[in-house]
């Protein structure tokens, strides 16, 4: 019984061969959350583009302003044609 043994397992090693085990070498990594970085420059940028949106919406307040005045003298001038007027 000891050779029947011996043919056996040669006869499962033929069937099932064994491959080496194949370990990953490449680990995954976790995505990467972006950072706030508070350093002194990035809150100047921040200061220097705050003050910039204000200038805008200053300017933008002044065109609209004289836009305004534009029109009470252009409904002004209207209303003084559409009048009635005795010589």
């Known amino acids: ?46 200061k220097i583009k705050l003050d910039l949106v204000l200038t805008e919406i200053d300017n933008l307040k002044t065109l609209n302003q004289m836009l305004n005045e534009r029109l009470k003298a252009i409904e002004r001038k209207l209303d003084q044609k559409t009048s009635i007027r005795y010589v």
Not at 5 to 29: A, N, R, S, V
Not at 39 to 45: F, Q
């Open 1 to 46: 019984m000891g050779l029947l043994d011996k043919f056996k397992k040669k006869e499962k090693d033929l069937l099932e061969p064994t491959l080496p085990e194949i370990k990953p070498e490449i680990k995954p990594e976790p995505p990467e959350t972006p950072q706030i970085d508070l350093s002194k420059t990035s809150i100047d940028t921040v």
